[in-house]
């Protein structure tokens, strides 16, 4: 099954984000939060920004998944943020000057996204921001040009006020278990029976990945395929 939808891979950054050193702490059970957390897709084509409340109502049981709203300035009907100086070249083809410019724009954005939807400041000091580049960037020599491009736009980022920035590059198979896990949440196939849930095939500019999980395992399906 081919499931598209607008930020996909950074649906499931949100769900996530309750792990990893960036993340807030694990709240005890039962607790409700309410949480604002910003992804940005740096893809091959482009970075886009997106921005999500995750929610946990009074009286969810421990294992419930949160609920994850897209928060935009028109009522989540359009996709992520892709402000011009975004638009022309992914982050591996471009220059300094044009990742600062890049990461700038978001951050702008982002902070009067915030402000008009009431987040308070400290929340906004402290929110996780997680920029996420994928095959556009895991083509470059990681070593080398790879490393300067991420140092030089999570400086950015912070610069612009947000500290609690990671910029990383995700490799192919975190990319598709990304968008199958956001997927089924937005089925709401995820946690059910493997039958149940569904495959994903996501064509992007530089890569394609697929997702499923098969009927049979077995010996002859190599595990990095699994």
Not at 38 to 62: E, H
């Amino acid at each position: 099954m081919m499931f598209r939808s607008s930020g996909l891979a950074g649906l499931l950054l949100a769900v996530g984000s309750c792990t990893g050193s960036a993340a807030p702490a694990p709240p005890a059970p039962n607790t409700p939060y309410s949480y604002f957390v910003a992804v940005g897709d740096a893809g091959s084509s482009g970075t886009r920004l997106y921005v999500y409340n995750v929610i946990r109502p009074a009286g969810a049981t421990a294992t419930q998944l949160p609920t994850v709203k897209l928060v935009s300035q028109d009522g989540g009907k359009a996709g992520g943020y892709k402000p011009p100086e975004c638009s022309v070249k992914g982050l591996a083809d471009s220059s300094d000057d044009q990742i600062t410019k890049c990461m700038n724009a978001l951050t702008t954005y982002l902070g009067t996204l915030l402000d008009i939807n009431g987040v308070p400041a400290l929340v906004k000091t402290n929110m996780r921001v997680a920029v996420r580049a994928t095959a556009g960037v895991r083509i470059v020599d990681i070593g080398n040009q790879g490393v300067h491009v991420l140092t030089v736009a999570e400086a950015a980022i912070k610069a612009g006020g947000f500290q609690n920035t990671t910029v990383r590059v995700i490799d192919g198979a975190f990319e598709s278990e990304y968008a199958w896990i956001a997927a089924n949440y937005m089925n709401k196939t995820l946690g059910g029976p493997a039958s149940d849930t569904i495959g994903i095939l996501e064509i992007g500019g530089a890569s394609e990945q697929i997702a499923f999980i098969p009927q049979i395992l077995n010996n002859r399906s190599p595990i990095s395929f699994i």
